[in-house]
């Protein structure tokens, strides 16, 4: 299957300070890409959908001045988590979607990226 | 109801055929998925059905729907101890992935 890398794998940061993430493609084009949050022992929260070239589209509850997303092109969508606070702590978990080729609407997955805020 | 709904968990026998099972919500999804999560890790596809089929079969691995019911079925043959994970159904929704709740697998010796 298709391969999307996201880095860090893990990043523990200083409450107040920014953590960026980021979410890459490595072998298909994507022009959306989609950022969930997973609480333990809990589903994943859909915050956002990327789309490349145009604004995020959040979902309720989900501060866009907080969670900045970028899509700058067709194989790399980041998030920034600004002013990070403890309750920020999280699995964060990026997704790309194939749009084209033989393979289309299938959503592949990041291996995540565990935040811890101190 | 809005939710997918997945038993949360199930215990099985090494060498016994798994079945998980997923209620969703909307008639009209196109794509339903099966995604397998690993402790630490992020999901890895597993399968995926398209809504005008009845079953699909990848190795191990089949997949049921009954569209009238609206549900799914995750059949693991042969279970091993490294199916050992939590899997996850999710249907295509307003241009969206919804997620059930998960049901972890837990494999017996």
């Known amino acids: 299957g298709a391969v999307v890398s996201q880095h860090p794998s893990w990043v523990i940061c200083k409450s107040g300070t920014s953590v960026k993430i980021e979410c890459r493609s490595l072998?298909?084009?994507?022009?959306?890409m989609f950022w969930y949050r997973q609480f333990p022992k809990q589903s994943l929260m859909l915050m956002a959908t990327?789309?490349?070239?145009?604004?995020?589209?959040?979902e309720q509850g989900v501060e866009k001045d907080k969670f900045l997303i970028n899509h700058a092109s067709l194989t790399l969508s980041t998030l920034t988590v600004t002013s990070a606070h403890p309750e920020d702590s999280s699995f964060y978990i990026c997704?790309?979607?194939?749009?084209?080729?033989?393979?289309?609407?299938?959503?592949?997955f990041g291996a995540g990226t565990r935040l811890s805020v101190l | 109801g809005e939710d997918v709904e997945q038993s949360l968990f199930l215990s099985v026998r090494e060498g016994d055929s798994s079945v998980i099972n997923c209620t969703y919500t909307?008639?009209?999804?196109?794509?339903l998925y099966w995604y397998k999560q690993e402790p630490g890790a992020g999901l890895q596809l597993l399968t995926y059905?398209?809504?005008?089929?009845d079953m699909k079969q990848d190795q191990r691995l089949t997949v049921l729907l009954n569209k009238k019911d609206k549900h799914l079925s995750l059949r693991i043959a042969d279970t091993q101890t490294g199916d050992s994970a939590i899997y996850f159904c999710?249907?295509?929704?307003?241009?969206?992935?919804?997620f059930g709740t998960g049901t972890r697998l837990t494999i017996i010796p």
């Open positions: 997704s790309a979607r194939t749009s084209g080729g033989r393979v289309k609407n299938i959503q592949y």
């Open positions: 072998d298909f084009q994507a022009t959306t």
């Open positions: 990327s789309n490349e070239g145009s604004k995020a589209t959040y």
């Open positions: 909307d008639s009209s999804s196109t794509y």
């Open positions: 059905i398209f809504s005008n089929m």
């Open positions: 999710a249907e295509w929704r307003a241009e969206k992935l919804t």
